[in-house]
């Protein structure tokens, strides 16, 4: 957590401090922008991943129900056999046509329902045989999603570790001139940066206008702004302004500083 000093700093102190702390940032941001889209890509395969593995196994949980449904169409055919085998004895004990016939129909009735069971577990083994191609192709792409992501993952990684050394001295130098600056300054400062494009905050002028703009600076605000006693704020970007001197001391004192 950031500790804040007394506000006892000058304006001109806070603006250096400002114009120091966007210097940093700004390098912050480069670095960042170096790895591109590379986290994004990283999460993207891995939500990718992730939802190949959860469609797998909803597959693989189809198939366990269609093995039971198989399972349960066997012991119907078991006992369709059994009841077969039970009319079978019982028509070498009747006593007239009649029972015989209606045995006959019973051993028909089962043998039918033995062939309809047949027909199913063939109907359920064709679909059972898609699912595994399924489940077989879903696993060919969660490899290839795999290897790449392991690559991405590297490449990401070898990328923060170039930069690591870097980043962790200009957050620590961040914070340390954050520390510089008021909280109310400091959270307007983050606004500004955070609704601006480029990610800057503060800017100078330039021969009498904004850097980055071609819209000029009145002379009296000239004045007002080379005179360091308050925070102006560009009226068309809202952006706080410095003059062109304190920018260059302050550029030429970062660039000693970030060697």
Not at 156 to 175: C, D, V
Request: proline content about 1%.
């Amino acid at each position: 957590m950031i500790k804040k000093k007394a506000d006892s700093t000058t304006v001109e102190e806070k603006l250096r401090a400002l114009y120091d702390l966007q210097i940093i940032d700004s390098r912050l941001d480069e670095l960042r922008n170096l790895r591109g889209e590379l986290p994004i890509e990283v999460e993207d395969l891995e939500n990718d991943i992730a939802g190949l593995e959860k469609r797998i196994g909803k597959i693989e949980d189809e198939v366990i129900h269609l093995n039971n449904e198989i399972k349960v169409k066997n012991e119907l055919n078991k006992n369709s056999e059994a009841q077969i085998k039970k009319y079978k004895v019982q028509q070498d004990n009747v006593r007239n046509n009649r029972e015989f016939e209606a045995l006959t129909k019973e051993i028909e009735y089962q043998e039918l329902e033995i062939q309809l069971q047949n027909k199913k577990i063939k109907e359920i083994n064709a679909k059972i045989e898609f699912k595994k191609s399924q489940i077989e192709e879903q696993r060919t792409k969660l490899s290839n999603f795999q290897e790449h992501l392991k690559f991405k993952n590297s490449e990401l990684s070898n990328l923060i570790k170039e930069t690591e050394k870097e980043e962790n001295f200009l957050l620590e130098k961040s914070e340390e001139f954050a520390s510089k600056i008021d909280e109310r300054l400091l959270n307007n400062y983050h606004r500004i940066r955070k609704s601006s494009k480029n990610g800057l905050a503060i800017t100078s002028i330039d021969r009498g206008a904004v850097v980055g703009s071609f819209f000029t600076v009145p002379p009296q605000k000239q004045v007002e702004i080379a005179s360091r006693k308050k925070i102006i704020l560009d009226e068309h970007s809202g952006k706080i302004l410095v003059d062109e001197y304190l920018a260059g001391e302050e550029q030429q004192k970062m660039k000693d500083l970030l060697k």
